[in-house]
């Protein structure tokens, strides 16, 4: 009921900066929270940041002051952008959705799209 197309992932220097882009269709309005996760190779897949329908944030340790979360006001977009970027930021970024079908808690994930940072 909720689909989700991701786009923005690259190649990037140290420091550079990049903003990933999900955009998100059907059922709109029962979608309760969206967020970022993200996979780098050999670790497990992390919440990088999130953004509830409410307009509430939360961002692992690591991004916070690098990274920010934000939507458009349809809230049928969501973004992050990523600044000063680190090796260790390298993952595959997975957007989500949290949305509620009847009394059920599900979860739509993006494609995925890599992000690459190197000097």
């Known amino acids: 009921q909720v689909q989700l197309v991701e786009s923005g992932g690259g190649l990037v220097q140290v420091g550079g900066s990049l903003r990933l882009s999900c955009e998100a269709s059907g059922s709109i309005s029962s979608i309760n929270a969206m967020g970022w996760y993200r996979q780098a190779p050999g670790k497990q897949r992390e919440l990088v940041a999130a953004?509830?329908?409410?307009?509430?944030?939360n961002y692992v340790g690591s991004v916070k002051g690098r990274f920010t979360i934000s939507r458009d006001n349809a809230k049928s977009t969501v973004y992050l952008q990523m600044n000063s970027l680190k090796p260790e930021d390298t993952a595959v970024y997975y957007c989500?959705?949290?949305?509620?079908?009847?009394?059920?808690?599900?979860?739509?994930w993006g494609q995925g799209t890599q992000v690459t940072v190197s000097s």
């Open positions: 953004i509830t329908s409410g307009g509430g944030i």
């Open positions: 989500n959705a949290q949305f509620t079908d009847w009394r059920f808690i599900r979860n739509s």
